[in-house]
């Protein structure tokens, strides 16, 4: 299926810009170079969804600071039942949301898919990251296969829209 949607926006006050469905091999070698990135950022998991639910459009998201990327978002547009869709960072993923190298790179995707999701009437924004973002709020949860000294950080946010209230979902 086709992407999104193909376009860029110049460059944010701080000198970060955002593009929408960018270039496979620098989406690829920023994934594969960042310590945070994990399986659900790479191309081989998001070809892996984009085969088995044709329904699920990519409109993933980069960040560039001058020629050098600093900042990936993937996003697909899932429909909602019983009409409608929302946007989701890795639809079937336990992670694989914003991974940035600083915190103006993060909120500068997540604000270009916020206003993603206002152009196309998405019902919400949920985001998948691992590690605090701003001042989006962060859940701490134990995952069942850890012992319970051993805690893991993971961040489900919902961003309602069109008011953009902030609401987090416990694991």
């Not at 860029?8 to 070698?29: D, F, H, Y």
């Not at 697909?76 to 929302?86: D, E, H, I, K, Q």
Request: hydrophobic share 35%; proline share 11%; net charge positive.
């Amino acid at each position: 299926m086709p992407p999104e949607e193909v376009r860029a926006r110049g460059p944010a006050p701080g000198g970060v810009r955002v593009e929408a469905n960018p270039p496979a091999g620098a989406w690829e070698s920023y994934v594969e170079s960042h310590p945070h990135a994990s399986l659900f950022h790479g191309l081989t998991w998001q070809r892996s969804l984009e085969r088995t639910f044709p329904s699920y459009r990519p409109c993933h998201r980069i960040a560039w600071r001058g020629d050098s990327v600093c900042g990936v978002l993937p996003l697909y547009r899932v429909p909602a039942l019983p009409f409608g869709c929302s946007l989701i960072s890795t639809p079937l993923g336990v992670y694989g949301g914003v991974c940035a190298d600083d915190e103006e790179a993060a909120l500068a995707l997540i604000e270009d898919a916020t206003s993603h999701a206002r152009r196309i009437g998405a019902r919400y924004v949920e985001l998948r990251h691992e590690r605090p973002v701003g001042s989006l709020p962060a859940c701490r949860s134990r995952l069942p296969s850890r012992p319970a000294s051993i805690a893991s950080w993971k961040i489900r946010c919902l961003i309602g829209l069109p008011c953009l209230e902030l609401s987090m979902m416990r694991l």
